[in-house]
């Protein structure tokens, strides 16, 4: 076996390929044959020569991407998952008042940062969107197959979502979320939690729920759900605050929501009457009303004593018949006369005030003049009814116990104080508007001073409307520069220099295979001819190259041209022959 040495780029020998060379790496030899490969790829003439153009389309694209990117203001998002028919009313009304908007493949509508507010309020005026998602769009798309699990919570979103939507009707209201915890019936369950609601408001901006209207809610809810007590709801707004809490309607917050109301009607009264006469900023009010809070109730029951009438009357009375001696005395003095007795008459009233007699005198015929008598004995019983009163007396609760009014007057358009005539005028005025009264210790005081002015602050010039448009331009073009004189710019001179290189490395390689082939050819031509040697046909016949053989024909004409023109004469007579036999 002969062991030929293999010679590379100048006679260096090349290691033959053994075992270890072939072997690939434990680990890695797949990155490696990868890298290897995108190196060679890389490595490539043209490819090479294409890189820094690559690089520089790049960079291009990369600089237009960031100038697009950071030129537009931030987006917002403005509706997700509404309609066709909701998108194509908020796209038609947004076009309509020159907002811009984007919309996304999911079907999200986006409007930039400063203009999602004005957005807001033109799509609110509009009464859009529309539509809402409600309990029966929820169940609608109940999937077939549903376990009872799924079932439940579908069912149980869509009351939510219901509950929801009917206390959002509320004016003071802007959204609403319901969450229910009840828990589904069971055989296997005794005694079973009872069931509890939680409703999470958000009221619009400057606007507040009255104690009766979160009891409305409270109980809307509660008869919504079975068996749903109104105590276990709670009911809290946007802020944070319990508004369902019972601590806070005890009678201390009562008192005083009583009193806010009673001196902000006060207040409101003031504004209204001094305003068009002094102008909106040029007083300030205040009003303090102490309340009376106690609770008193008497029960009075009375007899008026001249007031009292005769109800009934039963009474009986005897007397002695009159003969012609009447009225003189008869019989034994001391002793009981010894006639018979005469019935008795008895004279009753009955409830209607008329006298009615009985006995022998009320049995007389009709014309029959009644006997005299004279009453010797008389016993009546009568029935008085008394005049009775009950009277009940409650004091009324937060009734004003006593006013205090304070306000501030700005001084005149001159700048000087008021007078006191006017504030006189002023101070009757405000008394008429809160009904002044001396009786319970009412307070009013009125003081002209000079209202301290806002110091006018000129604005800032960053924060102008034009600073922040011609910043995110300003910084996307310096990007955009960065970008392209940072990294396009070397690039585009690696490529001339490559360019440069590249030529010189060709004209090198021109010159270098230039030199190669003259030498070969130098070293493969025969020795010039001597001119002092003497040239021979022979000799020129003898030779191939073309420059040799003109030198040997130049060197024969000169050392002999007589025989040089013979032998071109012989030339012309062979070639003519030849064209003659052809």
Do not use: C
Not at 188 to 194: E, G
Not at 524 to 541: C, K, N, Q
Request: charged residues 25%; aromatic residues 4%; hydrophobic residues 40%.
């Amino acid at each position: 076996m002969s062991e030929n040495a293999l010679t590379i780029d100048g006679g260096k020998p090349a290691l033959p390929a053994g075992p270890a060379s072939t072997a690939p790496r434990a680990g890695g030899n797949g990155i490696d044959a990868i890298r290897a490969r995108f190196m060679g790829f890389i490595k490539q003439p043209a490819v090479a020569r294409s890189l820094p153009l690559l690089g520089l389309l790049g960079v291009v694209s990369a600089a237009a991407l960031a100038w697009m990117a950071l030129r537009e203001p931030p987006q917002r998002d403005l509706f997700r998952g509404l309609p066709d028919a909701d998108k194509s009313a908020v796209a038609q009304v947004l076009d309509q008042s020159g907002i811009r908007y984007d919309m996304d493949n999911s079907g999200t509508m986006t409007v930039a940062e400063d203009d999602y507010f004005k957005a807001k309020m033109t799509l609110a005026a509009q009464g859009l969107p529309k539509s809402a998602p409600d309990g029966n769009s929820m169940i609608d798309s109940l999937p077939m197959g549903a376990s009872r699990a799924v079932e439940g919570e579908k069912l149980r979103s869509a009351r939510e979502t219901d509950l929801a939507r009917t206390i959002e009707q509320i004016d003071s209201v802007e959204s609403a979320k319901v969450h229910l915890a009840v828990e589904p019936p069971s055989v296997f369950l005794r005694d079973r939690a009872k069931p509890s609601a939680s409703v999470m408001l958000r009221l619009a901006s400057g606007r507040t729920l009255t104690d009766e209207q979160v009891s409305a809610i409270v109980h809307l809810v509660a008869s919504s759900i079975p068996e749903l007590s109104p105590d276990q709801i709670s009911v809290v707004d946007q802020n944070g605050r319990l508004l369902s809490d019972n601590d806070s309607n005890s009678a201390d917050d009562r008192q005083l929501a009583v009193q806010n109301r009673i001196e902000d009607r006060y207040r409101r009264s003031l504004v209204a009457l001094l305003t068009p006469i002094l102008g909106a900023d040029k007083f300030s009010a205040e009003v303090h009303a102490e309340l009376n809070f106690a609770e008193r109730q008497a029960t009075r029951e009375t007899y008026p004593q001249d007031e009292a009438r005769l109800r009934t009357e039963q009474g009986t009375w005897a007397s002695d018949p009159r003969g012609q001696g009447a009225g003189e005395a008869s019989g034994i003095p001391g002793a009981l006369s010894n006639q018979a007795p005469v019935n008795p008459t008895v004279t009753q009233t009955n409830p209607n005030g008329q006298a009615v007699q009985q006995g022998q005198a009320a049995a007389q015929q009709p014309g029959t003049p009644p006997n005299p008598l004279m009453k010797t004995e008389e016993t009546f019983n009568r029935s008085f009814e008394l005049g009775r009163e009950v009277s009940v007396t409650r004091d009324a609760v937060g009734t004003v116990q006593r006013l205090s009014v304070a306000v501030a007057l700005d001084n005149g358009p001159d700048g000087k104080p008021r007078s006191a005539a006017e504030i006189a005028a002023l101070e009757a005025l405000v008394k008429g508007a809160v009904g002044f009264d001396q009786a319970r210790g009412d307070v009013v005081a009125l003081s002209s001073r000079s209202f301290a002015r806002p110091a006018e602050i000129a604005p800032l010039w960053y924060e102008a409307s034009w600073v922040a448009p011609l910043a995110r331009n300003g910084s996307a073009l310096l990007v955009a520069l960065l970008l392209i004189f940072g990294i396009g710019r070397p690039l585009l001179k690696r490529r001339a220099a490559m360019q440069e290189a590249a030529a010189a490395e060709k004209a090198a390689e021109g010159q270098r295979i230039g030199r190669e082939i003259s030498q070969e050819l130098t070293r493969a031509a025969p020795e010039a001819p001597d001119p002092e040697r003497p040239v021979t046909l022979d000799m020129i016949s003898s030779t191939y190259d073309y420059a040799q053989r003109a030198d040997l024909i130049r060197n024969f004409v000169k050392q002999d041209p007589d025989r040089a023109a013979l032998v071109v004469r012989d030339l012309l007579k062979d070639n003519k022959k030849e064209k003659e036999n052809a």
